[in-house]
């Protein structure tokens, strides 16, 4: 079976650039989450949509950020403009329905903003 | 002060030693409470779940005390493949909140 997909899996950018990063969740699943994980602050979670919807994003850092998931099978996470703080592994997770704790985490896209 | 705290190690004890690790919350009202570990360079994954009887899966057990505000996980006999980080996850269902801890890293040496 497939798990999360995420692409790209590794991404470097300049600063002042527009950075998408998308996600696929397992199918059957209703609950997709976006962290951010860094050594300074750990894994945060960024937003998560039940049902295609946000439930919290009080995660999300500032208006630079923003996060979309159009059906259930797809989602994205849009940084503009990047910034070289914005350098992190980014992770998507997905649970099934009532059972959020059971996250099923994607392979990370790993970002550099220079 | 943050709402979920763990130790970050590293925690290095030798191979078939038993190691245990604490991790506590500040709100009262957290309702359930889980392990995951997370591997170098890898995803975290769901390891347990913690129960306030106490939870037990092979060679884990899981704690959480709600009085002290704090979960633990117990390792017994460790073996050369648990080296990892353990990461804590509080979720408040009423807030739709789910918190992560920033981890604790356990090293095994022959």
């Known amino acids: 079976d497939a798990g999360v997909i995420q692409s790209p899996r590794h991404e470097v950018t300049e600063m002042g650039q527009e950075v998408t990063l998308r996600c696929k969740p397992i199918s059957g699943h209703n609950s997709l989450f976006w962290y951010r994980q860094t050594m300074m602050r750990g894994l945060e979670l960024l937003i998560y949509f039940n049902n295609n919807v946000p439930i919290d994003d009080s995660g999300m850092p500032e208006d630079r950020f923003s996060a979309k998931m159009p059906n259930a099978s797809f989602s994205t996470l849009k940084i503009q403009p990047s910034e070289p703080r914005d350098s992190a592994v980014y992770f998507c997770a997905s649970s099934p329905p009532g059972r959020d704790y059971e996250q099923y985490f994607g392979p990370g896209t790993r970002l550099t903003v220079t | 002060r943050k709402e979920v705290e763990q130790d970050p190690g590293p925690f290095n004890v030798p191979e078939g030693a038993t190691v245990a690790f604490n991790c506590t919350y500040s709100?009262?009202?957290?309702?359930?409470f889980f392990w995951y570990r997370q591997d170098c360079r890898k995803e975290p994954k769901l390891l347990m779940s913690?129960?306030?009887s106490g939870n037990e899966d092979g060679r884990f057990t899981a704690q959480l005390n709600r009085a002290s505000q704090y979960i633990s996980l117990l390792i017994r006999d460790s073996k050369l493949s648990d080296s990892a980080t353990y990461l804590c996850?509080?979720?408040?269902?009423?807030?739709?909140?789910?918190?992560f801890g920033s981890g604790t890293r356990l090293s095994i040496r022959p």
């Open positions: 709100n009262s009202a957290s309702q359930s």
């Open positions: 996850v509080v979720i408040r269902s009423s807030a739709s909140k789910i918190i």
């Open positions: 913690v129960y306030s």
